[in-house]
Nanobody, 125 residues
Framework: QVQWIESGGGMVQAGGSLRLSCAVS???????????MGWFRQAPGKEREFVAA????????IYTDSVKGRFTISRDNAKNTLFLQMDALKPEDTAVYYC???????????????WGQGTQVTVSS
């Protein structure tokens, strides 16, 4: 059973930056390499929403419109780690951020079969 270790969340002022990481444990690389990966977020009282996704080799990426130009998804397959660089953060980016695994790059949460535990991001105005 693959497990994900998320880190990098915290509190930051508007305009600041954070870098989230999601590292695989358990089965190691076999549960990570060959899969597309994504980031989702869930704010209090709201549904979980798609943020960004990346193909298995990192050649393709997609983003939700509200983060385009500010967030960058990337992956290091040698280290079995997924990243989300978040710049120019806004208070509306405040949420719990989750990494997740899917067979094919997708915006749909139900396409993802394995999820991290989440890491809190809080942006103050």
């Amino acid at each position: 059973q693959v497990q994900w270790i998320e880190s990098g969340g915290g509190m930051v002022q508007a305009g600041g930056s954070l870098r989230l990481s999601c590292a695989v444990s358990g089965r190691g690389g076999s549960g990570y390499r060959g899969y597309a990966m994504g980031w989702f977020r869930q704010a209090p009282g709201k549904e979980r929403e798609f943020v960004a996704a990346i193909s298995s080799r990192g050649s393709d990426t997609i983003y939700t419109d509200s983060v385009k130009g500010r967030f960058t998804i990337s992956r290091d397959n040698a280290k079995n780690t997924l990243f989300l660089q978040m710049d120019a953060l806004k208070p509306e980016d405040t949420a719990v951020y989750y990494c997740a695994r899917t067979n094919y790059i997708s915006r749909a949460a139900n396409a993802y079969d394995s999820w991290g535990q989440g890491t809190q991001v809080t942006v103050s105005s």
